[in-house]
C-alpha cells in the first residue's frame, strides 16, 4: 500500500520514464527560507574537526568495564516463567540506559551510543536462544521457514514503485521495483510513481489483486503452501516449547515497556525505571511544530542559548528529521530557565512560543532504547513467522483494564515525536500487516478506536492517520465504517448559524485543524474504490447506513456559498 499522487496526475510509463515529484515539504515552512539561504546554511553546518568530544563520567565508565554478559544471561534465564524477569531487567535497564543512550546538545551528535547492542541487546537475543552463539540458532530457526509469499517492502522517500491499472483493485495497492520486475504485471498497463515513504509492496496480498498476486521470487513453492493463512494455526508448530514460554513472556515486558517510557508526558521515569540516586541532569528538547519557520527557530536559538548561525540550523534540522533535538543538557534550573526564554522570546499577541520541554537524561535516554526495542523487535521476528506470531498474539492480549498493548499504542499516537512514530508504525506494517488474520484483527482495533484516533490526529500537524493499508471491505460489513468515517468528519466540521459548513481560515502554515480533517475523505475514497462482488444483508445495510451520513454531510454544504443577484428597477 502506497499513496503517492491525484488520479489527474497518472499516466502510462515506460521503464525509461519517472514521475517527477515535489519534495517533501519541511516542518518549519520552507517557504520562509529562501533555497539560496538554505544552500547558504546548510554548508556553514558541516561539523568543525575541533567540535566538543563526547566522554563518559569516570563512574560510567567504570560500570560497562564491570558488565558480564555471561553472568548477565544467567541471571535472565534463572528468572524464566517467574514475574522476577521484569524487575531484573528494569535494574539492568536503569543502570545502563543512561549510560549506553546519551542525549547531546552538539548538533549532529544529538544522540551518541556506547555499546547498546552489546549490553542492551544482545543479552535478550541469547536468552530468547538459550545459547550463546545466538546468530547460529536464529538461522537454524530460519531454514525451518517455508519461503515468504508477501514482500512487505516499506517504500523510502522517493523510491519508485508500480500500479498496475489492469489488476490492481486500487491505485495504493503497489509493488517494488524487485517484485515488479519479477511479475506478470509487467506486461500490463502500469504506472510508475515515486513514494513519499511509510507505505509497502502489496505482493503476495490476494485483496491487493485482481490476478497474478505473486511475483516468481514470492510465489509458493509447493501445492500445500498456503498464499496467505485466514486462521492462526500451528503458530508453534516450529519452535521448541521452551523458546515459545521464553518469547511470550519476554515480548510482553518488552511492549509494555515500550509504551511506558515513549507515551509519558512527565518529566521523570516511572518508579520502577527510575535510578536510586537520580542525578541532577536534565535535557531541553525542542520539538516541531507547524508553525514556526527556519528563520524564527534560528534566530530564537541564537538569542536564548547564545548560539552561532550554523549551530542553531542544525538544531533545526535535526528538528525537522527526527521531530525532535536535545537543545541543552544541564542542571534542571538551567533547562528549565532555557524553556521559559523561548517562550518569553516568541511571546506576542500573534504568536506562539516554540514547543520546548524538559526532561530527566534517564528518560529520553530509555526513549531511544525504546525506539531500538522496535526495530530489535522487527529483526527477531523476521527470523521465524513463529515469533512474528507470539509477537502478535502478545500485543492483543487484554490487560487488566481490558486494554490491549497495541491499542494502547495506537491510542498514544499523537504523543509520540517523528522519528518514535516513523518507527512504530514500520512496526506495525511488518508485523501485522504481512498476514491477513492479524492485518483484520489490527484494522478491528483501528476502527474501535477510529474517532479517539482522528481527535489527536486533526491537532497534530506530524501525526498520520489512514484505512488505506486496512482491509476495507471485511470493516464495512461487520464494523459500519462508512457511517464512522462521516460521523467522525462532521465532528470536526463547524456549522454556522444556519447550519451550514464553514470552513475556518488559519494564519499558521497547514491550515486549520479542519482541513487536517479533510484527509478522513481520503479513507471514505478507499472504502468506495471497488464495488464488492458478493454482497449480503450486512454489507448492504452498512453500505445504506453510510450513504445516509453521507447525503446529511452534503445537505450541510448545499447552498453553503449562495450568490444572489442585486436587483435595480430603472424608472
Not at 500451528?234 to 509494555?256: G, H, I, M, T, W
Request: net charge negative; hydrophobic share 30%.
Amino acid at each position: 500500500m502506497d499513496n503517492f499522487m491525484d488520479d489527474d496526475e497518472e499516466e502510462i510509463l515506460t521503464d525509461n520514464d519517472l514521475i517527477e515529484m515535489d519534495e517533501n515539504e519541511l516542518i518549519y515552512d520552507s517557504q520562509a527560507s529562501s533555497s539560496e539561504e538554505l544552500n547558504h546554511m546548510d554548508a556553514k553546518s558541516e561539523i568543525s574537526e575541533t567540535e566538543d568530544q563526547f566522554e563518559l563520567t569516570p563512574e560510567h565508565s567504570r560500570l560497562l568495564q564491570l558488565f558480564s554478559l555471561t553472568d548477565h544471561v544467567n541471571g535472565l534465564l534463572s528468572k524464566t516463567g517467574s514475574g522476577d524477569l521484569a524487575t531484573f531487567l528494569h535494574n539492568h535497564w536503569k543502570i545502563y540506559a543512561p549510560i549506553c543512550f546519551n542525549a547531546s546538545d552538539i548538533p549532529k551528535r544529538n544522540m551518541i551510543e556506547t555499546d547498546s547492542d552489546n549490553i542492551l541487546l544482545r543479552p535478550l537475543e541469547i536468552y530468547l536462544s538459550n545459547s550463546l552463539d545466538s546468530d547460529k540458532y536464529f538461522n537454524e530457526l530460519k531454514e525451518l521457514e517455508d519461503p515468504p509469499t508477501v514482500c512487505g517492502r516499506v517504500f523510502k522517500s522517493g523510491e519508485p514503485s508500480y500500479f498496475c491499472r489492469e489488476c490492481g483493485t486500487d491505485p495504493t495497492c503497489v509493488l517494488c521495483s524487485i517484485c515488479f520486475r519479477h511479475s506478470k504485471h509487467r506486461y500490463h498497463k502500469y504506472v510508475m510513481m515515486t513514494s513519499g515513504g511509510g507505505g509497502y509492496c502489496d505482493c503476495g496480498d490476494p485483496e491487493a489483486w485482481k490476478s497474478d498476486p505473486c511475483c516468481e521470487l514470492h510465489m509458493p513453492k509447493t501445492i500445500n503452501q498456503p498464499l496467505d493463512e485466514d486462521t492462526p494455526q500451528n503458530y508453534y508448530s516450529k519452535l521448541p516449547n521452551d523458546l515459545v514460554e521464553r518469547a511470550k513472556q519476554l515480548f510482553s515486558y518488552l511492549l509494555e515497556f515500550v509504551f511506558e517510557v515513549i507515551s509519558t508526558n512527565k518529566e521523570e521515569l516511572p518508579e520502577n525505571l527510575r535510578p536510586r540516586n537520580a542525578d541532577d541532569d536534565y535535557v531541553t528538547m525542542l520539538y516541531n511544530d507547524e508553525i514556526h519557520s527556519y528563520e524564527q527557530v534560528v534566530t530564537t536559538l541564537k538569542k536564548v542559548i547564545s548560539s552561532d548561525e550554523r549551530k542553531a540550523f542544525d538544531y533545526a534540522k535535526i528538528v525537522d528529521k527526527e521531530g525532535r533535538s536535545a537543545i541543552k543538557r544541564s542542571k534542571k534550573s538551567v533547562c528549565d530557565e532555557i524553556k521559559q526564554n523561548i517562550e518569553k522570546t516568541m511571546s506576542g499577541p500573534n504568536s506562539k512560543p516554540l514547543d520546548t520541554k524538559v526532561f530527566h537524561h534517564s528518560l529520553v535516554a530509555h526513549q531511544y532504547f525504546a525506539e531500538k526495542i522496535l526495530v530489535w523487535l522487527q529483526k527477531i521476528c523476521g527470523f521465524s513467522k513463529g515469533l512474528k506470531n507470539i509477537l502478535c498474539e502478545v500485543g492483543t492480549f487484554d490487560d487488566s483494564n481490558n486494554q490491549k498493548i497495541i491499542e494502547k499504542l495506537m491510542i498514544n499516537d499523537s504523543v509520540y515525536w517523528k522519528s518514535a512514530r516513523t518507527i512504530l508504525h514500520q512496526f506495525y506494517i511488518s508485523m501485522f500487516f504481512m498476514d491477513s488474520y492479524w492485518k483484520k484483527k489490527f484494522s478491528i482495533l483501528f476502527i474501535k478506536n477510529y474517532k479517539i484516533i482522528w481527535n489527536s490526529h486533526v491537532k497534530n500537524p506530524d501525526d498520520t492517520a489512514s484505512l488505506t493499508d486496512l482491509t476495507s471491505k471485511y470493516l464495512i460489513e461487520k464494523y459500519n465504517i462508512i457511517q464512522t468515517i462521516m460521523d467522525t468528519m462532521v465532528e470536526h466540521s463547524t456549522t454556522n448559524q444556519q447550519g451550514k459548513l464553514s470552513f475556518p481560515r488559519s494564519r499558521y502554515r497547514s491550515g486549520s485543524e479542519f482541513k487536517r480533517a479533510q484527509s478522513m475523505l481520503f479513507d471514505l475514497k478507499y472504502c468506495l474504490t471497488s464495488a464488492p462482488k458478493i454482497w449480503n444483508d450486512d454489507l448492504r445495510n452498512n453500505y445504506l447506513n453510510g450513504f445516509k451520513s453521507f447525503v446529511d454531510f452534503l445537505k450541510k454544504m448545499h447552498n453553503q456559498f449562495t450568490a444572489k443577484n442585486n436587483t435595480f428597477i430603472n424608472k
